[in-house]
């Protein structure tokens, strides 16, 4: 997929929800239907009430003609989410494991599948109250930031994306800075060198010239 | 007649007083309106004693309850206390003492009545809140808190043999809970059948009381009347009136459930004999009553009324006048016998055997066991001399035959479920489910809800006759009834089906080229379906006479046969019809321990042949919960240990097998998690189930999605990698020899085609070239030869030369080689049978 120049500064949440279609997910077909043959590979045969799993687009689109019912990922369960929340919580905690594309799921599911979700409404709380965790520790994470990396170990596509714009700079900044100070250094040095010759020259030629 | 009626104690300050008897009858506690406890030393010597007053409660005391070791009292405050009774033996009154024990429950709300279960350690109250809670007396802790009631619940009661929960609310509604195991559901609602009380008037509530054998429930009900109900089918049985003028708020039963007293507004209290329904003795007291109790050990009765005056009035029930004595204890339920310490010793190792030919002498001898163990008071010893042993025995035995009928055969319908609320799945399978939703007293709901909505539409429609049956195949619903509306709750089954009301079957097509191709039959009286089951071919019902008729699809009569009337359960798929029947070989111990057996009918739709017959085994101890056919078509038993069979080769005469091929409890347990498994149907690979949540036996509404659990055949050293691909390897094989002879014996090609049996065949194979490779890797090399002969297609042999010769084993190849050319020296004219003599060999 070609990026654009824009794209680099960040995608937009459309964008990446069109991104987190591909992950699959399972769901209970309603109608019986044949094999479907896609480019990515085969999905299906469906046959209720047996799971299969497919794209998150088919089955959102699946779900709008009212052919299947989304079964809930497990991550996207009200106790989960209070667990995961608890843990998160915990002072000098890591970031918890999650799906790359968890809050774009999450987004797309509540939107077109709100009544396969139990306690939705929980789950929303829950899930802003995770984003909320989560986006206050990448603010306190972006301090390590130095020259050479960044490093937070699972962090979602969105949550990155949000620093994205922020980072690039910062990091091309620091870099820049960086390098300047290299620069400098060698440059100190090199002056400093050019001193110390100086004085070796002033060593070698008596005290003519004084400072 | 002379009542000997002791003159008021004027224990309590006026307002509602409280009353119960220690369950040795030795003495009788009171709680009254000046929040205060008192102890009364009840045999006729002891009266005159000080009462032991307890003043632990701030506010009106409005319930009590006893039992062998504590006292439960209740305020209107909302709080519970307990208290301890303190060992004293019988003769040595001043042994009693009463220690406070802690606090069983804060309320915010008035504790209107307590009761304690058989065990002991669990506590039921009804608070002027819509919920009654269970409380274990163990910890305090709340175990379960029953919700359903509309208005304040004024009173509970657990069964003698807890089995049951009886509630009653303030707007005349009683209801029955099912306490036996995990979360208690409610089985029974009887709408408006006491009568509506004014919440938060204490003086106005009435209490539903069990008789001690457990079987009658009393009520008190409008027109100053008693409703007794029965336990099995919830019918009201006798109806006790004449007694009262107004409003009855307090019944006691007998310790011999013979006499029941009942207190009542209009300053009576009356005994009445139950089975006569008639008054026996009545007594008008100056003031209101409140509550009766009467002595578990003795012909003594205890009243108390609204100046906080308690009565005993002793003697009660004349026995010289050829009166049963009141005290003797029913001995018609075993099960609660066990559970009764003062009679296991004495009957559990006698009783069951000597039954039939019990008669006086038995009794006698009984009687007077019973007596030193149970501890009598003084008084309590004379009236026992004096009781003669006529009228009550032949009473007794009845019930109890009819107990042990009662249990004699439970048949189920696969994928129902009692009354969860007022909701019940009917049936549960691959096509959808049908669920029943109750209404009201006239009728109920039902609704067909399918997984594939593409073939047909959901619907309801509202059910007149109350069906407590369905089966559900893809091309119609078969409905019955029992008439009795619970008789689908497997304990209630045997007696419903002596209730002598009309039984319906009913047919609803989902689509048919006809109009009108609904179909409905009324059963000759006395003869109920036992259970039903529907194809796309035909309907099938057992009855109660054990008269198996077959149906057309159009309800057409096209068979009947008398099967031997042990029938559990029946089910059918296409043109087969599978019924599981009970062996003659069933063993019930008196505990109620059963070492059930079973046997097994494979017949066609239409009645014409029978595929096989059999024992159809189970895990020892374990009954059988669910009969189906996998998607395929193999006939499938699930028993409650969790072991799912299937009926291999039943196309062929003599070789139907039973093959396991799933243990769902290990499944759970390797998981970890403690999940209950309730099945559904089961497809070549897969068992499909509903997960049942936390410790419920049901699915929960609305209708969960379907786990699909891999089927797993319980062979050996399944933890290796050898093991588990021998196991997919015979799944496999099960699932294709299946297909094959299921073809053969409805005579078309197997399902898919030849292409589709060259792919599973190479499917099988794969595994087995897997197991080869594994073998030659280990240097089993016997073992690779022999599962070489196992290989169907000449290809894959190959494959196993190969990996042979790669793996460096040349004297395994040579040998491979070998086998090759006799195995398909003629390989092009007939695979199969090729295959089949390899697989005999």
Same mark, same amino acid.
């Given at each position: 997929m070609a990026i654009t120049t824009r794209q680099t500064e960040g995608f937009t949440m459309p964008e990446l929800e069109y991104l987190a279609q591909n992950e699959s997910i399972v769901i209970v077909p309603l109608h019986r239907m044949e094999r479907i043959e896609l480019v990515r590979g085969t999905v299906g045969p469906f046959r209720p009430p047996q799971k299969t799993s497919v794209p998150l687009w088919l089955a959102i689109m699946l779900k709008r003609t009212n052919r299947c019912r989304i079964v809930a990922p497990k991550w996207l369960k009200h106790e989960h989410l209070r667990d995961l929340n608890k843990s998160e919580e915990q002072p000098d905690a890591m970031f918890t494991k999650l799906p790359t594309y968890y809050l774009e799921i999450a987004h797309m599911l509540l939107t077109f599948a709100e009544d396969d979700l139990v306690e939705s409404q929980g789950i929303r709380r829950l899930l802003q109250d995770l984003r909320e965790v989560r986006q206050s520790k990448t603010m306190e994470g972006l301090r390590m930031l130095n020259s050479l990396q960044l490093q937070m170990d699972n962090l979602s596509m969105a949550e990155i994306n949000e620093i994205r714009p922020l980072f690039g700079h910062s990091f091309d900044m620091l870099r820049q800075l960086d390098g300047l100070a290299q620069a400098t250094e060698t440059e100190q040095q090199q002056s400093q060198f050019a001193d110390q010759s100086y004085a070796e020259m002033d060593d070698a030629f008596g005290s003519r010239y004084v400072h | 007649m002379t009542q000997s009626i002791t003159s008021p104690r004027y224990a309590h300050a006026e307002g509602y007083t409280a009353l119960a008897f220690g369950k040795n009858g030795q003495f009788v506690c009171t709680g009254g309106s000046d929040s205060l406890i008192r102890v009364f030393y009840a045999p006729k010597s002891e009266r005159d004693q000080e009462a032991i007053t307890l003043e632990q409660h701030s506010d009106n005391i409005l319930s009590l309850a006893v039992s062998r070791g504590k006292v439960i009292s209740g305020d209107e405050e909302g709080m519970v206390f307990s208290f301890d009774l303190g060992q *004293? !033996? @019988?003769? %040595? !009154? %001043?042994g009693l003492s009463v220690e406070p024990s802690g606090t069983v429950l804060r309320s915010t709300l008035p504790a209107r009545d307590i009761s304690i279960s058989s065990n002991e350690r669990q506590v039921a109250i009804a608070t002027d809140d819509e919920s009654i809670r269970i409380i274990s007396l163990l910890d305090m802790a709340v175990l379960h808190t029953l919700v @359903?009631?509309?208005? !304040?619940? $004024?009173s509970v009661a657990y069964s003698p043999d807890s089995k049951y929960l009886a509630s009653s609310g303030c707007d005349g509604t009683v209801r029955i809970w099912d306490m036996r195991e995990g979360d208690p559901a409610c089985v029974q609602i009887m709408p408006k059948i006491a009568y509506v009380c004014e919440p938060g008037n204490s003086m106005d509530q009435y209490k539903v009381r069990w008789s001690p054998d457990g079987r009658t429930l009393a009520i008190p009900c409008t027109n100053h009347s008693i409703k007794l109900i029965e336990r099995n089918n919830w019918d009201a049985s006798a109806l006790l009136t004449g007694g009262h003028t107004s409003t009855i708020c307090h019944l006691a039963w007998s310790p011999s459930g013979k006499y029941l007293a009942s207190a009542g507004l209009d300053c009576q209290a009356v005994v009445w004999d139950v089975a006569a329904r008639k008054v026996v003795l009545s007594y008008a007291n100056a003031n209101a009553l409140c509550q009766v109790e009467w002595n578990p050990q003795g012909n003594m009765l205890a009243f108390s009324d609204c100046t906080g005056a308690m009565y005993i009035w002793d003697d009660?029930?004349?026995?010289?006048? @050829?009166h049963a004595a009141p005290f003797e204890r029913a001995l018609a339920d075993a099960v609660t016998l066990s559970k009764d310490k003062l009679m296991s010793d004495l009957f559990d190792d006698t009783a069951p055997a000597d039954r039939a030919s019990e008669d006086g002498m038995d009794e006698d001898e009984d009687e007077g066991d019973f007596l030193d163990a149970g501890d009598p008071t003084a008084d309590a010893m004379d009236d026992f001399v004096v009781d003669d042993d006529g009228a009550g025995y032949a009473e007794r035995q009845a019930p109890r035959w009819t107990a042990v009928a009662a249990s004699e055969v439970q048949c189920f319908q696969p994928g129902s479920t009692p009354w969860l609320g007022n909701r019940r799945y009917l049936a549960f399978t691959m096509v959808g489910s049908v669920v029943s939703i109750a209404q009201d007293e006239s009728h109920n709901t039902i609704e067909i809800e399918f997984y594939d909505k593409s073939v047909h539409r959901d619907f309801h429609f509202s059910d007149s006759f109350r069906f407590s049956m369905a089966a559900l195949s893809d091309s119609g619903c078969l409905f019955a009834t029992t008439s009795k509306e619970l008789a689908n709750d497997q304990s209630l089954r045997g007696a419903a089906a002596e209730a002598d009301e009309v039984s319906v079957v009913s047919y609803k097509a989902?689509? *048919?080229? !006809?109009? $009108?191709s609904d179909w409905t039959f009324k059963l000759p009286p006395k003869e109920n379906p036992r259970c039903i089951a529907t194809s796309s071919q035909g309907a099938a019902v057992v009855t109660s006479l054990g008269n198996l008729r077959l149906f057309t699809c159009g309800g057409a009569q096209r068979h009947i046969e008398t099967l031997p009337n042990r029938v559990v359960t029946c089910v059918a798929r296409d043109d087969l019809l599978l019924i599981v029947l009970e062996a003659p070989g069933t063993i019930r111990s008196s505990g109620g321990m059963k070492q059930l057996e079973y046997e097994y009918v494979l017949m066609n739709m239409d009645g014409q042949s029978r595929l096989a017959t059999g024992s159809c085994p189970v895990t020892p101890t374990s009954e059988i919960v669910w009969v189906g056919f996998s998607e395929e078509g193999h006939p499938a038993v699930c028993d409650s240990k969790g072991l799912l069979r299937v009926l291999h080769k039943y196309w062929a005469p003599t070789h139907a097998s039973w093959v396991p091929v799933l243990d769902s409890r290990k499944l759970s347990r390797d998981r970890g998690k403690r999940e209950g498994f309730w099945p559904v149907a089961i497809s070549a690979r897969q068992f499909i189930v509903a997960t049942c949540q936390g410790k419920s036996k049901y699915p929960p509404f609305p209708k969960p999605i379907l786990d699909e659990l891999d089927v797993d055949l319980p062979l050996l050293s399944t933890d290796t990698q050898v093991g588990q691909q021998e196991a997919k390897y015979l799944a496999s094989r099960l699932f294709v020899e299946q297909q094959r002879g299921e073809a053969e014996r409805i005579g078309s090609e197997y399902p898919g085609g030849a292409s589709a049996l060259a792919r599973d065949e190479l499917g099988q194979d794969k595994l087995l070239l897997r197991l080869i490779q594994l073998a030659c890797k280990s240097d089993k090399t016997q073992r690779a030869l022999d599962l070489a002969m196992l290989i169907a297609l000449e290809k894959s042999f190959d494959a196993a030369v190969k990996i042979a010769v790669f793996l460096k084993q040349s004297s395994l190849a040579e040998r491979l080689v070998r086998l090759r050319e006799i195995k398909f020296a003629s390989h092009s004219e007939d695979e199969i049978s090729d295959e089949e003599t390899s697989e005999a060999a």
């Open positions: - | *004293s !033996s @019988g003769s %040595d !009154s %001043d @359903g009631h509309r208005g !304040s619940v $004024n009660v029930i004349p026995i010289e006048q @050829g989902f689509a *048919s080229w !006809s109009a $009108n």
